[in-house]
Every structure is written in C-alpha cells, then in structure tokens.
C-alpha cells in the first residue's frame, strides 16, 4: 500500500480503536465511579481518594503512552481519528483534546466563587453537605492566590508552546505537499516508481509531523501533570471527575443522536 510505503512502518496487530473503546469503559465503568465514591462523605478517605486520583491520572497517561505508539505506525490515522465522535472532533487538534480544555476547565472552577462566609450559611441551609464532605464542598471556595498565580504560569506555558507547535506542524504539512507534488509529477505517475520514490523523499517529513504529534502529546501530559501539582488533593479529585465526565458525555447517545440529526441548510 502507498501508505504502509510512505510511512516505512508495519501495521500493529491490534487497531488502536480497539484499544480506545476499552480504556474508555475503564474510565466510565471502573474509574469515574471508584473515583466519586472516594469523593462520598461515606467512604471518603484521604488515603483511597489519594489513590483513586492517582489511578485516575495513569489511566490517562497510559491513553497518550498508546497513541504515541499509534503515531509511529500510522500519524495520518491519528491525526484524523476514527474513534472519536462527531460531537469530539470539533474540539481536536493535533488528534486529540486540545490542551486548553485542561485549563478552560480548569478555570471553570476558580471564577465566579463567592467569598466563604457567604457560602456557608447556604451550604447548610440547601443540604448540600447531605452528600458532600465539608473538605469536597469547600475545595474549590475562595480559591488561593498561590494557587491562581500557578494557574496563571501554566496558561502562559500554554500560549507559549501551542503556537511554537502548530508552526511546526505547518511547516512540515508544507514540505510534505511539496515534496510529494515534486515526486509525483517526475515520476509522471507510475505506480511503483512513485511509491519508491515517494517513500524515500518524505521519510523526513514524515519523521517529523510525528514528532510534532508526540510533542503534542508530551504537553498534553505535561498541562494535566502541573495542574495535578498545582491542586490540593480534593480540588484534584474534582477535577478528574470533572474531566471524565467531560468525556463520558460526548458518547452520550441521546445527545450524540440529536447531534447528528441536525441538517446543515445550503444556501
């Protein structure tokens, strides 16, 4: 095949789709739920909400290990992922979430809270800590300076890194075009001269869009890691649940059914 051609690489034995559909029922089935009974007044415990946040966190790193490894085999089909649905793709780039749903989400939860004394009179007043603790109840009230100087330092990270990454991404998409365009026309389309050829002059370029890709990834990693740093253990917590069940939502069917019955009208 002239891809297998221009990426020099084999097909591993198990589609990483495959892969996907079962790390996502982990994280719907096993995780998020041992993750909000940690966060539940009856079984909440430092030591296993600890855990939990931790198990929470490798699973996603162990989804970015993998597609790392998709990416060396086949860039073009994780760059365009097939497992994702219509309600997901919007929100991609570079193959998967952008990094600033980490932190737009991340800033959900620091803006707009009301001072403490206000809040408390409320919180007993409308049962809310029936099924709440008071440290999950309070981890995201008035929120700390500290802790929204290091929110302020992982964002500027991210306006920094983001654009050095989708120019490198362009540059490289350039060449690619350029390169093939130029191999294309001398070969004058035949067949197995072009693959020859082609597989050849774009192994650089192709080298490096996947590098680019698992650049995207490491500060994917890198974001979600300094948010986990910055956080204390509850604000932590609720933030992965939060996040996973940003996920869980898109494979909602009902929604994802509405979804994709709305018609696009053409003028």
Same mark, same amino acid.
């Given at each position: 095949m002239l891809k297998a051609a221009l990426f020099g690489r084999k097909k591993t034995s198990r589609p990483f789709k495959e892969f996907y559909n079962e790390w996502f029922?982990?994280?719907?089935?096993?995780?998020?739920?041992?993750?909000?009974?940690?966060?539940?007044?009856?079984?909440?415990?430092?030591?296993?909400?600890?855990?939990?946040?931790?198990?929470m966190h490798h699973?996603?790193?162990?989804?970015?290990?993998?597609?790392?490894?998709?990416?060396?085999?086949?860039? $073009?089909?994780?760059?365009?992922?097939?497992?994702r649905t219509s309600l997901e793709r919007p929100f991609l780039w570079l193959g998967d979430f952008h990094p600033y749903l980490f932190t737009n989400l991340l800033r959900s939860f620091i803006?707009?809270?009301?001072?403490?004394?206000?809040?408390?009179?409320?919180?007993?007043?409308s049962g809310?800590?029936?099924?709440?603790?008071?440290?999950?109840?309070? $981890?995201?009230?008035?929120?700390?300076?500290t802790l929204t100087t290091k929110v302020d330092k992982i964002e500027c990270g991210l306006r920094l890194m983001?654009?050095?990454?989708?120019?490198?991404?362009?540059?490289?998409?350039?060449?690619?075009?350029?390169n093939m365009g130029a191999n294309w026309?001398?070969?004058?389309?035949?067949?197995e001269v072009v693959k020859a050829a082609m597989g050849e002059a774009m192994a650089a370029e192709m080298e490096e869009m996947?590098?680019?890709?698992?650049?995207?990834?490491?500060?994917?990693r890198?974001?979600?890691?300094?948010?986990?740093? $910055?956080?204390?253990?509850?604000q932590a917590a609720l933030f992965l649940e939060a996040l996973a069940q940003f996920l869980v939502g898109f494979r909602d069917h009902k929604l994802l059914s509405e979804f994709e019955k709305c018609k696009i009208a053409i003028n």
């Open positions: 029922a982990t994280l719907n089935t096993t995780l998020l739920p041992g993750l909000r009974r940690a966060l539940s007044p009856v079984f909440l415990s430092p030591v296993i909400l600890s855990t939990q946040v931790e198990i699973h996603f790193l162990s989804y970015y290990d993998a597609l790392d490894k998709a990416a060396a085999v086949d860039v $073009a089909r994780c760059l365009f992922p097939e497992w803006v707009d809270q009301e001072p403490v004394d206000e809040n408390v009179s409320k919180l007993y007043g809310e800590f029936l099924d709440k603790s008071w440290h999950v109840a309070m $981890a995201w009230k008035n929120p700390s300076k983001v654009p050095a990454l989708a120019a490198r991404w362009r540059n490289a998409q350039a060449a690619f075009v350029e026309g001398r070969c004058e389309g035949r067949k996947v590098g680019v890709f698992v650049d995207a990834n490491r500060l994917r890198s974001i979600l890691a300094d948010i986990l740093s $910055a956080t204390d253990l509850y």
